[in-house]
C-alpha cells in the first residue's frame, strides 16, 4: 500500500523568509496530492492540490511542486507570515480507492 | 453553506466504556472518512462511508466501527474504551466526484480516557 514520508518535522522561519516541506510517496499510481493546514483548535483545512499530470501549481504566496520520478512533492510557501505558522499535512491518493495516505505533518513557526 | 459539525467536542470516558461520536457533513455530501488523530501521529484513517456503505477501512481493531444514516450523517463507536484511545477524532466530508476530491473537517471530538 502507499506510504508518505514527510520533512522536516517542525520548521522555524523568519518572517517574510520562505519555508519549503517535502513528502515523498511509494505507490506509483497515486494521482492526488492535497495539503492541509491545521491551526490549533481546528480540524485540516484545504490550501492547494496537484494531480499527477501537472508539475507545479501556484495560489499566490503558496506553490506546489511535484516530481513523479523520484516520487516526491513538496509544498513551498514565500514571503512568510505569523498566520502561516500552524501543522502542514501532506497527502497522497491510494490507488483508484479514493483513500488519502497522510504524512506526519510539519509544525512551521514563523519568527517575528 | 454550513461546515461539517461533530458532537460531541469534548468527551471524558473511563477505561471499559463505550463511546459514540456524531458527525454531520456539508449539505449534499455523501462520503464521511473518519481520523484518529494523537499527537505526533498525523492523521490515521479509520473508516469511510458512502451512501450508507462502508468503502474503505483502516488498520484499526473491531472496537472502532461506524455507519451512515440515509441523510449522510455518521456515527462512529469505539467499545471497550482504552487509555490509549486518547486522541482527537476527526470527520472529513466529501462530494466524491472521482479520485481526489477535497475533504472538509470538521473541528473534532476530544476524547480522554481515564
Known amino acids: 500500500g502507499e506510504n508518505v514520508e514527510q520533512h522536516p518535522s517542525t520548521l522555524s522561519v523568519q518572517e517574510g523568509d520562505s519555508a519549503v516541506i517535502k513528502c515523498t510517496y511509494s505507490?506509483?499510481?497515486?494521482?492526488?496530492f492535497p495539503w492541509y493546514k491545521q491551526e490549533l483548535g481546528k480540524g485540516p483545512q484545504l490550501i492547494i492540490d496537484?494531480?499527477?499530470n501537472v508539475g507545479e501549481k501556484k495560489d499566490q504566496r503558496i506553490a506546489v511542486t511535484l516530481n513523479k520520478t523520484a516520487k516526491h512533492f513538496s509544498l513551498h510557501i514565500t514571503e512568510t507570515q505569523p498566520e502561516d505558522s500552524a501543522v502542514y499535512f501532506c497527502a497522497a491518493s491510494e490507488g483508484s480507492n479514493y483513500q488519502l495516505i497522510w504524512g506526519a505533518g510539519t509544525k512551521l513557526i514563523i519568527k517575528p | 453553506k454550513a461546515g461539517v459539525t461533530q458532537t460531541p467536542r469534548y468527551l471524558i470516558k473511563t477505561r471499559g466504556q463505550q463511546v459514540t461520536l456524531s458527525c454531520s457533513p456539508i449539505?449534499?455530501?455523501?462520503?464521511v472518512s473518519w481520523y484518529q488523530q494523537t499527537p505526533g501521529q498525523g492523521l490515521q484513517f479509520l473508516f469511510e462511508y458512502f451512501s450508507e456503505t462502508q468503502r474503505n477501512k483502516g488498520n484499526f481493531p473491531g472496537r472502532f466501527s461506524g455507519r451512515q444514516f440515509s441523510n449522510s450523517r455518521s456515527e462512529m463507536n469505539v467499545s471497550t474504551l482504552e487509555l490509549g484511545d486518547s486522541a482527537l477524532y476527526l470527520c472529513?466530508?466529501?462530494?466524491?466526484?472521482?479520485?481526489?476530491?477535497?475533504?472538509?473537517f470538521g473541528p473534532g471530538t476530544r476524547l480522554t480516557v481515564l
Open positions: 496537484i494531480r499527477s
Open positions: 505507490d506509483s499510481a497515486s494521482n492526488y
Open positions: 449539505s449534499g455530501h455523501r462520503s
Open positions: 472529513a466530508s466529501s462530494f466524491p466526484s472521482g479520485s481526489g476530491d477535497e475533504q472538509f
